[in-house]
Each structure stands twice: as C-alpha cells, then as structure tokens.
C-alpha cells in the first residue's frame, strides 16, 4: 500500500532531459520506479535513458496510462507545465521548481482543485515509498521499507530523521515532502488523513518548523480524527521573530507562526513531541 | 520586496488610484518644496509609525524646519530615518480599512475590508469580527460587480461606483506588478471621493524576473535610504545573493538544508551552545557556493568554531567538501571547523575532508557536541 504512490504507479516526468531532470529520473528508474514517459517540448521522438520522450503531456497521455507526474522544470515556466498535467487529467503532480511566482502557484492550485488533481509541493523533494516507488530527489540508501509514516516540511530535515530511523531498524512506509512554503498544495493535514487511513502506516513522524500555521491544523485533525500515535519534531524553536530561516515560509509572522505555540497545541492533541531528530527512535521504542 | 510609503504610493497613483499630494523630503533644504500645513511621514519598512512618534504635523513653515531636522535625525523601531513623505492634509469624513492579499490557508487571493480604519484596526477587528468582511477572488478571472456591491454595503458607501473603480486598481496592481499583499489603511471617505491615505505593498521577490526595471529601481532607491549599519558578513552576504541571519553568538553555523540548519541550531542552544548565524545553502549548492559561503561565515569576528551540517539529498558532497578544501588551502586557518557530512557522495567527501585534518562526523549530535565543546575551550 504505502500513500499517494506504490509499486505500480506509472509515471510521467517534464524536464527529464535537463542537467538535474536527467541525473534524477535515471536514480529513479534505477530504485524501481514505472516511468512510462517523459515531455520535453521540441525533443519528442527521442529517448532519455530508455524512457520515450514526447513534445506535449496530452500526446504522451494518449499513447502510455499514468498515474503520476513529477515536474523538474525551472520555476519561470513552472505554470505552464502543470496546467498541461492537470488538463491531460493525471490525478496527482509533484512540483519540485523553488522559486515560483505566488500568483502562479495560485493559478496552478485553483485548476487542480477544479480538475481534481492533488499537488504535491512546490520547492519539495517529492515523496518515497521505500522499496516501492519513488517520485523525488530523497537519498535512497537513508530509508528502509517498513511502517513509519513521515511528513514534513523540509527535504533535508526529512532526509535526518530517515536515516536516524533507518540506523534504528525502524523502516518507512511512504516519506513525504510537502514543500518549504509560503503556499503549499498538499498540506501536512491531508497527508496525515491519507497516513490515518494507510493499513500498512502504524505510526506517524510530523516534521515542522517555524512560520505560517499549518502545524495548527495539524494539530486538529490530530485531535479530532487520528487514531494512530504521532511523534512531532518542530525546528526553529530558538529562530528569532521575523527573520527568513531558509524556506519562504519559515518566518515568524505573529504568535502562531512561533515553534513554542506549535508544540503547545501538537502537545494539546496527544502527538509525543521530539526535540530533536535522534530521540524520534527512542520515543518510538518506548511506545511499542 | 516590502516597499516604502511613497514608493507604494507612486505605484498606486500611477494607475489612478488617488493618494494626497505629497513630496519627498530627504534634507532640510528640500523643506522648501513644501506646502503648509503638511503631514510629514518617516519612510521606514515598518509598521506603527504614529504611535513611535514617526508621523507629525507641521502647521506653518515657522516650525518646520526643527521638526524636519528632529525627524531625519531619528531612529525608529532600527531604522535611521533618512526620509520623509510631506503630505497635503485631507478632510476626513471616515476612515475604512481595504486588503488585497493571498490567503495560504485558503490558496487564495482575498479582499478584506473593515468599515473602521486607522492605527487600531486590528484590535477592532478582534473585538467585532462581524465587520470584517471577507471576499475570496479567482486569480485568473476579474473583479465581480456582486463582490463590490457586498463590500459597499459592508463599508456603507452610497457611492458603489468609485469603490468598483478603486478595488478594480487594486486588483490591476496586484496582478500586473505580483503584488502579494496591498493594503489601504485608511482609506479615506473626503468630500472629494476615496482617498488612499497610507499604503503597504509588499511584491513578490520570486516574480522579479518579470519586472526586472521596476525591481532595480525599487531596491536602489531603498538602498539609497536604509540607513542600518551592517555588519561585514551581512554586507558580504548581500552581495553574494547568500541567505545569512547573524544570531549574536559565537558558534558559526552553515547547512545545506533549511530543515536541518534550523534543527542545528535549536541542538547547539540545547548543548549550551551559542549560534553565531543561520546560513543555508539551498538545494543547489556546489563547491563554488560552499567556499563562498565560508568566506561569508569566517568574516565574522566573533566566532570560536564553525559547524557545517551537510546532509546530501540534491547536493554533492564530494563537490561540497571540494569548496571546503579549497577555502583551506587559501587561507589560514582562524577558527576551528566542525563538519558534519552523510548522504550522496559523501563516501568521496569524507576522506578528502580528513585528508585536509578537518573534524567530521556522520552523525549530527556528535558534530554539535564536538563543536559546543571546542568552543568552551577558550
């Protein structure tokens, strides 16, 4: 099972033929993953290691089934690309671009909720189910097949707590990105909903940081609606107020963007607070 | 970008929007451009002007002269002022408060109108959340008339006519120049019709290649007037396009992600450690980035160790640990440095690092703990 992606999800990638498109899909071929296409206007006809490339996403939907598309193109053409997708009817695209208009990202977000596809990102490293599929830049030999659920904010803080619990014997069932902000497709909130609803998912690890107030969404569908236990890792606690941390959206903007204010309502709603990423396995220890 | 009063302005006037006359006063010579009675209003990003004492009003030109030179010689909130809005003062019927920005819990733009305005608009609001009224808008469509008409009867305005006009050029700015956030506080109801009299708007830095004229001319105009003393490795960081936050302390710090930077410096406090900086790479760091960043970091004159926490997802560590050497190679080495390096290539990395007699770690708490206490050494 695992979420949004398994074994048999086939694939569609845009900007599989530039520099970091090109390195990624051969990692991603190589992991196992279906990749039925790739698009790159003015190159279809040709192939990139072994994948059929075509001009446009509509010609590449009309000759192969997919299920999925990841976008590695640049974030000034990143609109363009993703309302292809989301009009060929592909249910869920991953945005890696960084940098992309907020406007544009509006735009992208109001069609798929139209068209009825689920975006995931932008500026994410996408999401890996280990030993199954996967649909990102996530450093392979750092996750494990197994159990845990893992959402988070950041690529690299997820990559950390991978491999803390891989180290640990303690394997993933699906690791998601949902992207360094300000605006976000999938929100941490819905991918805990697909988590709660995973057979194969029997602990969740939500990953945070400070900025915005997503976390206190999260921490009601929690409260509210999960059954599963959560470990919750927010980082930035000694981040001062209003200075950019990195990600667009990791800046302290009013009382609920703070880390303090984050814990506190994921304490409220029964998720076991880490606070750092090696003590996420000794937590997990004590509560089996 | 978060511009100033009178850059915000001209942006709205330039559309049609109507704001008071005004004229830009930077030294007491310029007070002669001045009509009386003026409004004089400090140009600094921030908010809460009034109430600092940074907005006075100068009846005669008698007394202008001490108020301009006490003004431009103050500091507010930070910020130096080195300019000041003269403004024609205007006959206030109401004061109504008007928004344009993007909701990121709704993924959405959204009008927000209050039909009180001025400084204590938020307070109000809180207390009578009833009044405020807000409209969510499709970014790919145009205004709609029944949107004007619920916001006229929200704000009690006869006159829906120059209301639809004034949002309509709200609207205009926000999507031709990636305006992320505009807000009217107050508008102004004058017997003239609506006046904008004070604007914040904030544009969007990611759309700058779209606007490339309109951003140089912005940013030079508020480097011209930012009066802050920078300290050299902000100076430095600047202009190498480098994000770096100084942080007071003594323990450098440089990550290739923001998630993992954050979590270094939240393990360096829970050591007993004091962060110097946060300093984050991006996913698209090489060898060329890491030495300049190091260069950047090291000209700090306080800091006792430098931490680096690699964790290589997009990132090479080979190419990473290659600025590392080079940076070492160039230079003598002033303070200790702490690595800490996993993840792609860092099966090349590790060793050339050693080679060079760096500290390095693969696991993160060890790194903080070797850092933390090589700066308790001194």
């Not at chain 1, 009601?220 to 981040?239: E, F, Q």
């Not at chain 2, 160790?305 to 190679?329: F, K, N, W």
């Not at chain 2, 060793?351 to 007699?357: E, H, I, S, T, Y």
């Amino acid at each position: 099972m695992a979420i949004l992606i398994a074994s048999d999800t086939r694939v569609l990638i845009q900007g599989a033929t530039g520099k970091v498109g090109s390195f990624q899909t051969r990692i991603m071929r190589d992991y196992g993953t279906r990749i039925a296409a790739a698009v790159t206007p003015g190159k279809g006809g040709t192939r990139i290691h072994e994948v059929p490339v075509f001009d446009s996403v509509a010609e590449a939907v009309s000759e192969h089934e997919v299920d999925a598309a990841i976008s590695f193109v640049p974030a000034r053409f990143a609109k363009d690309a993703a309302l292809e997708v989301i009009n060929s009817g592909i249910g869920f695209l991953v945005l890696t671009a960084e940098g992309i208009p907020e406007l544009d990202i509006l735009t992208i977000l109001r069609s798929a909720a139209l068209q009825g596809t689920n975006v995931l990102g932008p500026d994410t490293p996408g999401l890996i189910s280990p030993g199954k599929c996967k649909l990102g830049v996530h450093p392979q030999t750092m996750f494990l097949e197994g159990h845990v659920g893992i959402v988070s904010k950041s690529g690299s803080l997820s990559y950390e707590v991978g491999r803390v619990l891989t180290q640990n014997g303690m394997g993933q069932s699906t690791v998601v990105g949902i992207g360094g902000g300000p605006i976000w497709g999938l929100s941490q909130e819905a991918v805990l909903q697909k988590f709660e609803e995973d057979p194969e998912t029997t602990v969740v690890v939500l990953l945070g940081e400070v900025g915005g107030r997503l976390e206190h969404d999260a921490a009601k569908y929690i409260r509210y609606h999960m059954k599963k236990p959560v470990i919750a890792l927010i980082v930035g606690r000694t981040a001062p107020a209003g200075a950019q941390m990195g990600h667009a959206g990791a800046i302290i903007e009013g009382q609920e963007a703070t880390a303090s204010s984050k814990i506190k309502a994921l304490e409220n709603a029964g998720a076991v607070i880490a606070r750092n990423s090696t003590e996420i396995p000794e937590l997990m220890k004590e509560m089996e | 970008m978060r511009l100033l009063e009178f850059q915000a302005k001209r942006l709205l006037a330039e559309i049609g929007i109507p704001i008071p006359r005004g004229v830009l006063v930077t030294s007491l010579k310029d007070t002669q451009k001045v009509a009386f009675p003026t409004v004089l209003k400090a140009q600094i990003p921030v908010g809460g002007r009034g109430k600092a004492g940074a907005i006075r009003k100068v009846e005669h030109a008698d007394n202008a002269a001490s108020t301009v030179s006490q003004l431009l010689a103050a500091t507010v909130k930070g910020y130096p002022v080195q300019a000041l809005l003269a403004e024609e003062p205007v006959e206030v019927q109401r004061e109504l408060y008007l928004a344009l920005l993007v909701d990121k819990q709704r993924n959405s733009p959204l009008l927000m109108s209050f039909d009180s305005g001025g400084v204590d608009v938020e307070e109000s609001a809180q207390k009578a959340p009833e009044r405020l009224e807000k409209q969510y808008l499709d970014p790919t469509a145009e205004i709609q008339n029944s949107v004007v008409r619920s916001l006229a009867k929200t704000l009690d305005l006869k006159d829906s006519k120059a209301l639809t006009t004034f949002v309509s050029k709200m609207w205009q700015i926000f999507k031709k120049y990636d305006a992320t956030f505009i807000e009217i506080n107050p508008l102004a109801v004058t017997p003239k019709g609506l006046v904008a009299l004070d604007a914040k708007v904030v544009l969007d830095d990611k759309a700058a290649y779209r606007h490339l004229d309109l951003f140089s001319e912005l940013k030079a105009e508020q480097q011209k007037l930012d009066g802050r003393v920078k300290s050299q490795p902000e100076e430095m960081a600047a202009a190498r396009h480098i994000n770096y936050v100084p942080l007071g302390g003594d323990i450098g710090v440089i990550a290739d992600g923001a998630g993992t930077g954050m979590l270094t410096l939240d393990m360096i406090h829970d050591a007993g450690g004091k962060p110097a900086n946060f300093c984050e790479m991006g996913g698209m760091a090489n060898a060329e980035i890491m030495h300049a960043t190091l260069e950047v970091v090291i000209s700090n004159t306080q800091l006792r160790v430098l931490l680096i926490s690699l964790i290589g997802g997009l990132t090479r560590m080979d190419e990473l640990a290659e600025g590392i050497v080079r940076y070492l190679d160039q230079n003598d080495r002033t303070v200790p440095i702490v690595v800490r390096m996993c993840g792609t290539m860092a099966e090349v990395g590790l060793p050339m690092l050693r080679n060079a007699g760096v500290d390095t770690y693969e696991d993160l708490d060890a790194a903080v703990q070797a850092a933390v206490a090589r700066q308790q050494e001194f």
